[in-house]
């Protein structure tokens, strides 16, 4: 299966007040963590970037990857999705993983396993699930790619996730509800750190 996994890392962090991906965590910052992870499963990475890209593009330096530039990384989520996607030959991509750099839950063994039940054959896709909703990480087969490239401003992946609760499958992930997006998150990202239990 030729996978390629889509890191969506252009936003700006409003609520944090800096860029979240430059958040230190376990000694590396979260943004350089998920890919030097996507590395692991993946023979090809991308990293979307759009907001801050200048400070952020050096914590990602050394590593084989490609990076790509959302200008329009303001208008929602669903534009840096597709700049990934446009960066790829899709003819030569049977699937592609997408991944969020706050969700410092995710671990090698969850991605090995979406990737693994993808590959069982039998579905369009595999996502995680959490707090009842299914969301990133997800990986869509390429049957799905017109139509990520369809979706619009804040229409996330999620809009496709509802779209096809049969096609697409899930993996019970209840720490994919841990995620930075306030000081307040913040706080309990070095409590966790601090207590070795992520």
């Known amino acids: ?24 965590y376990k000694g590396t910052t979260l943004l350089r963590r998920t890919a030097e992870m996507a590395l692991e499963v993946s023979p090809k990475v991308v990293v979307v970037l759009g907001a801050y890209q200048e400070k ?34 899709l003819n030569n991509v049977d699937a592609v993983l997408v991944l969020l750099c ?17 590959s069982e054959g039998e579905v369009q896709g595999v996502c ?15 049957s799905l790619f017109a139509e990520l490239m369809a979706l619009s401003g804040e229409q996330g992946a999620r809009l496709i996730l509802r779209k096809y609760p049969n096609e697409i499958t899930s993996i019970p992930f ?3 509800r841990i995620d930075i997006d306030t000081p307040e998150d913040l706080s309990s990202l070095y409590t966790f750190s601090t207590n070795g239990s992520l």
């Not at 969506?8 to 430059?22: C, D, I, V």
């Open 128 to 142: 995680a699930e959490y707090e009842g909703q299914r969301g990133v990480p997800v990986l869509f087969g390429k």
């Open 174 to 176: 209840a720490e994919g």
């Open 1 to 24: 299966m030729n996978l390629v996994t889509i890191i969506l890392a252009a936003g700006a962090s409003r609520r944090l007040g800096f860029p979240k991906q430059l958040v230190e």
């Open 56 to 89: 952020i593009r050096p914590c990602l330096d050394g590593l084989s990857l490609q990076i790509v530039e959302n200008e329009a990384w303001d208008s929602g989520m669903a534009s840096s999705l597709q700049a990934g996607l446009r960066a790829l030959d």
């Open 102 to 118: 706050d969700q410092i839950a995710v671990s090698l063994p969850l991605l090995t396993s979406l990737i693994n039940r993808f």
